[in-house]
């Protein structure tokens, strides 16, 4: 009989592969409290939307009595995973890793609830155990059991090798080392899953095939697809960059903008993967062809927004939206402070884009203009070589910029 985590985790579109569905659903029924574990390198200071299906998993653990255990990896971050990369990851150094350790833990606690109630997650750093690793006794007893000629096969080795592009000695040990995680954290909590996108496949069957070799037991994988949106374009990334989860380097208004451009097509199916909605609620929504669509990018917005940043601040989100968007009220539109000084000679107007992050670049920023998508108070910018002085912001003291229809700023003068 299928379990219900299973069978949420199905129904909400999570499924991709699992090592063996009906043996893992035996598993989390027998055991009293299961355990299951995901895992989360500390390569930058915030984790981002494309790291947000793994952490919706985690609440789904939690929803159906499984305690999670959140693994940071402070020790295989020094290594960096090769997967679907065409080059060597930079080394980060010890003070970067913790400092990133920090900034992720911070935007997990939002989603997720740590204590030491049986289904509270726990929070653990790989380097704590890896780190005391004694190399040679590694090679003897973790190497022996990992096969070259299996490891060549996996995806995350073959393809860089298939593309002729480096593969340093360092990268290819970290399979072994995310396979001792599995292995350590079975024996030491009881963990039976390993839960992960697709491409990490290969590490979660080593670490299955370890913990069975040198503990004689049966755990257990499941993965999540690769997840993009309907028109290709890979989750959590905008023209405007990462969209991070972390309110310090994304604002919750434009973390809620982030949702409510969705395209039409993935509205339903973010429901399901984004937010607490209940299957019953998303699939009425499904069927009703009178609403438009917009309304329930609105629901999908105020719903990821309150998950990630609370109820404040996806209400005042929302507020702001509906000012700007349905009344053409540009007061309540997120502020940039403009530097006095940058004005003395004047400053080219796509330099002001760039600065105040609606778009990444002066070249995209022209770009814009060029094809009639820039606003300066509300007026289409037809000149990409257009300066601004100070006398611009001498009516209201700050202009409004826009990229498109919904993206604006409130451009202060200090």
């Given amino acids: 009989m299928i379990h219900p985590f299973v069978r949420e985790f199905k129904e909400r579109e999570f499924f991709f592969q699992c090592t063996d569905e009906s043996a893992l659903s035996k598993a989390l029924s027998d055991n009293q409290t299961p355990t299951a574990y995901i895992g989360f390198d500390c390569t930058a200071t915030s984790l981002h939307v494309g790291s947000l299906i793994q952490i919706m998993i985690l609440r789904l653990l939690q929803k159906h009595g499984i305690k999670p255990i959140v693994l940071l990896g402070g020790a295989t971050t020094k290594i960096g995973d090769p997967t679907w990369k065409d080059k060597t990851r930079p080394l980060l150094s010890d003070e970067d890793i913790a400092a990133n350790t920090s900034g992720i833990k911070h935007c997990i606690e939002k989603f997720v609830k740590f204590g030491k109630g049986s289904t509270d997650a726990i929070l653990l750093n790989n380097n704590d155990w890896l780190g005391n690793l004694n190399y040679l006794d590694l090679l003897r007893q973790v190497g022996v059991h990992f096969s070259i000629n299996r490891m060549l096969t996996f995806d995350s080795v073959k393809l860089r090798l298939e593309r002729e592009q ?18 350590h954290l079975n024996k030491s909590c009881n963990c039976i899953l390993q839960c992960g996108g697709s491409d990490q496949w290969g590490n979660i069957v080593s670490g299955i095939e370890l913990t069975r070799k040198m503990l004689g037991k049966e755990v257990f994988g499941i993965t999540t697809p ?3 949106t309907s028109s290709g374009a890979k989750m959590g990334k905008t023209e405007k960059g990462a969209v991070w989860l972390n309110e310090s380097l994304l604002l919750p208004y434009d973390y809620y903008q982030f949702w409510r451009n969705t395209e039409d097509n993935d509205v339903f199916k973010f429901m399901k993967l984004f937010t607490d909605l209940s299957l019953n609620e998303i699939h009425s929504f499904e069927q009703d062809k009178k609403t438009n669509i917009n309304e329930y990018k609105k629901i999908l917005a105020f719903e990821a927004t309150k998950l990630c940043h609370g109820l404040a601040h996806a209400e005042e989100a929302q507020k702001t939206a509906i000012s700007v968007f349905e009344k053409g009220n540009m007061e309540n539109v997120p502020e940039f402070i403009l530097d006095r000084d940058l004005l003395a000679d004047g400053i080219f107007v796509y330099e002001i884009f760039k600065l105040s992050g609606l778009c990444d670049s002066n070249g995209s920023a022209k770009r814009l203009i ?3 998508g820039a606003s300066l108070n509300q007026q289409k910018i037809t000149d990409e070589s257009l300066k601004l002085d100070e006398h611009i912001f001498s009516e209201k003291g700050y202009i409004t910029i826009s990229a498109g229809k919904k993206n604006h700023i409130k451009v202060i003068l200090r």
Avoid at 166 to 183: A, C, K, R, S, V
């Fill in 370 to 372: 060029r094809g009639s």
């Fill in 166 to 183: 480096n593969l340093t000695f360092l990268e290819f040990n970290y399979m072994i080392l995310q396979g001792y995680d599995f292995m």
């Fill in 226 to 228: 690769l997840l993009t």
